[in-house]
Nanobody
Framework: QVQLVESGGGLVQAGGSLRLSCAAS????????VGWFRQAPGKEREFVAA????????YYGDSVKGRFTISRNDAKNTVYLQMNNLKPEDTAVYYC??????????????????WGQGTQVTVSS
């Protein structure tokens, strides 16, 4: 089993920045990919970004390209999401998720087996 714990959420003004962290523990050697998703009230869960652990290949959702950056620290088993130029529409609960089997569907939430508890990001206008 793999456990994921997010941190770093908070309240920020539009145009500001936040960095989210996702710390993995347990059978971390089995992780294939880690992704970030978000869900705003009344909306469906949305893919934000993902990174394939072994290759470092990165994927972004269209709404965050050019503003968000995903990265990882192998030594700390941690994945980061640097969010710049935040907009009110980025307000959501952000979830870190992972899966251990090879799957090409990086943006499909159903492909992810384990999830963190979520962290709230609120962007004020």
């Amino acid at each position: 089993q793999v456990q994921l714990v997010e941190s770093g959420g908070g309240l920020v003004q539009a145009g500001g920045s936040l960095r989210l962290s996702c710390a993995a523990s347990g059978r971390t050697f089995s992780i294939y990919r880690v992704g970030w998703f978000r869900q705003a009230p009344g909306k469906e869960r949305e893919f934000v970004a993902a990174i394939t652990w072994s290759t470092g290949r990165i994927y972004y959702g269209d709404s965050v390209k050019g503003r968000f950056t995903i990265s990882r620290n192998d030594a700390k088993n941690t994945v980061y999401l640097q969010m710049n130029n935040l907009k009110p529409e980025d307000t959501a609960v952000y979830y870190c998720a992972g899966h251990s089997t090879a799957d090409t569907r990086s943006s499909y939430s159903g492909a992810y087996d384990y999830w963190g508890q979520g962290t709230q990001v609120t962007v004020s206008s």
